[in-house]
């Protein structure tokens, strides 16, 4: 007679044997040819800018330690930390589904019989039985459709890793952005003020001159209405200096305050942004990573949905070790150990076309996913191209900007003089005065738009995703990208 140990070995023998008949697709990524995804083609350094660590991309002290403190406190930032523990709880569970469940049973069965009898008891009493032991169930992964659920989920997680990543660009970038915009009203409202002394010695010229009969009341009106055009635009630079400190301490997430700061002059806005080739901008970004991780965790749903139409073997199905007795008087004696031990194998038959539907939906998604992340790679090189002109064009603004205003400079100083010569009018002097503000606040603006730029293209290239002050896992995807 065969000894319960031979069927044991025969259910082994099987399993391994079926194991090589395992159907497991290999995940490869998509082969991308980026060389000119860029507009301006491959940078002749292949040092990028996103190979910097923000902690020396950024100088100003300030901002540093704003970046930093958002980094921490940012609510954004937690919930994508919040984002990588659930997906994490997957993982471990999509793991924890190649070991056994091992469980406590304790049972107790009473059977109430018919006695066959016509009086008023028709239900007799059998005698009792007890169980108390452990089951323990494994499914044997033989067809590999619990390491492609378990690679899907551990694409998954990666996929949150790289949320967390994008959403510490993006809060990189706001931050320097917001305190930017900052120091650009700063600098509005100390350009505003001076002007506005300015004008106002114009009045007094003005009026200087209405007395000694050169310049009449009309050019002392229209001085004034000069002055108050410049000063009434401080009260919205101030409100706007107001706000933007409360948004940027919302980003940091402190209460609503004032925002220690340095100056506009002090940032350095010009300078050569090195941006690789294509292939490593595309690698280090958070947005690419996401959508690569998407097809894999895609595909691995197929391959999972496909092994769904191959039978399901499971050791111990019902399985228990312990003890069964129909007394509980002496219920751990010897005599009462109870073994059991079952496989079973499970084939679908009339669940095909569910099956088949699965697997058309698993398809379709993982298209869907191979598509999104062409799209995303080519929306990624529209907008490293569409900044690295914009940066590039602003730039070269900067000279014609120090002409203009170096010209109204000394138009001012000219048609005052001439005033007071008596060889120019009023109108010439206000005009010059208005326009050498205006370009004096176009710089100002000039200086911003290119600090963005460069704080964009940072972002862009993927910059600042990888030197989080808070601990995290790194990821090591890697992208069919060339």
Not at 227 to 236: E, K, L, Q
Not at 352 to 357: P, T, V, Y
Not at 383 to 400: A, Q
Request: hydrophobic residues 40%; aromatic residues 10%.
């Amino acid at each position: 007679m065969r000894t319960p140990q031979y069927y044991i070995l025969a259910i082994i023998l099987i399993l391994l044997s079926l194991s090589s008949c395992s159907n497991r697709r290999i995940y490869t990524a998509p082969d991308i040819d980026a060389g000119y995804l860029f507009r301006e083609g491959p940078d002749t350094d292949t040092v990028t800018i996103a190979d910097i660590p923000w902690q020396e991309f950024f100088t100003d002290r300030y901002l540093l330690e704003f970046i930093e403190e958002g980094l921490k406190n940012n609510s954004d930032m937690l919930t994508a930390y919040a984002a990588i523990q659930i997906a994490e709880a997957n993982l471990d569970m999509a793991r924890a589904a190649f070991f056994p469940t091992i469980s406590l049973v304790g049972e107790v069965q009473e059977t109430l019989l018919s006695n066959g009898t016509k009086g008023k008891k028709i239900l007799g009493y059998s005698t009792p039985q007890y169980t108390l032991g452990i089951s323990s169930t494994w499914e044997a992964d033989i067809w590999g459709k619990l390491a492609a659920q378990r690679r899907s989920q551990y694409a998954q997680f990666l996929y949150s890793l790289e949320y967390r990543n994008l959403i510490q660009t993006s809060l990189i970038s706001n931050i320097a952005t917001s305190y930017y915009t900052l120091l650009a009203l700063d600098e509005q409202l100390r350009i505003t003020r001076e002007t506005a002394e300015l004008l106002w010695s114009t009045v007094e010229t003005m009026a200087e001159l209405m007395d000694a009969g050169i310049q009449n009341g009309a050019a002392v009106q229209q001085s004034l209405a000069a002055y108050y055009a410049a000063v009434v635009t401080i009260p919205d630079l101030e409100t706007q200096i107001y706000q933007s400190e409360n948004a940027l301490s919302v980003l940091l997430r402190r209460n609503p305050g004032p925002v220690e700061r340095s100056t506009l002059q002090e940032q350095d806005s010009a300078f050569v942004l090195h941006y690789g080739i294509p292939a490593q901008a595309l690698s280090r970004r958070p947005d690419v990573k996401q959508a690569e991780l998407s097809l894999r965790s895609a595909f691995e749903l197929t391959t999972a949905s496909r092994a769904a139409f191959y039978p399901t073997i499971a050791l111990g199905i019902g399985s228990l070790v312990g003890y069964e007795s129909t007394s509980l008087s002496h219920f751990f004696r010897p005599e009462n150990i109870l073994a059991s031990i079952l496989g079973q194998i499970t084939q679908p038959i009339f669940a095909q076309r569910e099956l088949k539907g699965n697997l058309k939906i698993a398809k379709t998604q993982q298209q869907e996913a191979l598509i999104t992340f062409c799209q995303t790679v080519l929306e990624a090189g529209q907008e490293v191209s569409d900044l690295l002109f914009s940066y590039r064009s602003s730039l070269s603004k900067n000279p014609i900007r120090a002409n203009q205003i170096k010209s109204l400079e000394t138009a001012v100083y000219f048609t005052q003089e001439l005033l007071i010569a008596g060889e120019a009018n009023y109108t010439e002097v206000l005009t010059a005065q208005q326009s050498l503000l205006s370009a004096q606040l176009d710089r100002t603006s000039d200086r911003l738009e290119q600090l963005q730029y460069r704080v964009e293209l940072y972002k862009a290239l993927g910059g600042g995703s990888g030197s989080a002050t808070t601990n995290g896992p790194a990821n090591r995807t890697i992208l069919g990208i060339k």
